[in-house]
């Protein structure tokens, strides 16, 4: 009578298969647990169908899947093996139930429960190897996105690398310029003094030095190198002055000899706010 399955074994971490297509399923043309897979009247090449079938249609890649594939196919065989015979026996028993005999009854009962079981052996074979391909894809997904975000977070490093080497070539110093015609103050922070100090404790001095230019009330006559116009006089600027570390250098010593308190004259500024309407 027809072979009942045992349950789908236990997974374990796939490898991958390297042997051919037509030695995969060998041992399926040899028996299964020492009962032959085809018996007399059964159409080999129908079998090699089904079994190339579901081999098409998973194509497993790794031992588990084989294994999965392989009962899957055995589990559907046995299932059109009892569904014939279910279908012989209802045939030929008589089309009057009342004539039935005890062994009818037993026949059929037993050939009912044994399809039952093949058909539930094959939907759990179904199952477990639609369980490990979505495992897999699943595991697979999980991979994709390590990675993924492992080549983004490698990429930010690149950029932050990049950022700190940039930094690394420029500093900054702002100018506080408070006052009018008469009364002019500038506040340097840092201090030129404070620059010098930190590009002496670097490996290397900076590249460039970017000062930014803030007059609060308006540009002063001790700053018309900066060539405002009539607006930035009379309210609040803002100016940028990019050079070289060597020509700031320079431009703090004539600053320094000047003794007037004031920046430049020096590099031409660039305006970033605009002052509102005069109107």
Known sequence: MPDESTRPPEEENPGHSTAPRDRKFNR????????????????????????NGWLDAYDPQDPIAQNLVEELAKAHWFLK??????????????????????ENHKLLANTMRYKTTAERAF??????????????????????????????????????????????????????????????????APTNQQIKDRAAARPEPPKFITRVLHFRHGVPRAYDWVNPDLIRREFETIGV???????????????????????????????LSFPPDAS
């Not at 209802?90 to 005890?102: C, E, G, H």
């Not at 570390?245 to 031409?268: K, M, N």
């Open 123 to 188: 939907f759990r074979w179904y199952k477990a190897l639609e369980t490990h391909y979505n495992r897999e894809f699943h595991r697979n997904q999980l991979a994709e996105r390590a990675r993924a975000r492992a080549a983004e977070l490698s990429l930010q490093w690149l950029d932050k690398k990049q950022q700190l080497a940039a930094e690394s070539l420029k500093t900054e110093q702002f100018a506080h310029i408070l006052g009018d015609d008469q009364v002019c103050a500038t506040t340097l």
């Open 28 to 51: 399926l043309t040899h028996g299964c647990r020492s009962e032959q897979i085809l018996i007399p009247g059964e159409d080999p090449a129908e079998f090699e169908f089904l079994i």
């Open 241 to 271: 002055q990019t050079m070289l570390y060597t020509d700031w250098l320079a431009i703090v010593q004539r600053e320094e000899a000047a003794g007037t308190g004031h920046l430049g004259p020096a590099p031409s500024v660039q305006f």
């Open 81 to 102: 093996r009892n569904e014939k015979w279910l279908h012989q026996i209802q045939t030929r028993l008589p089309y009057d139930a009342w004539l039935w005999t005890d």
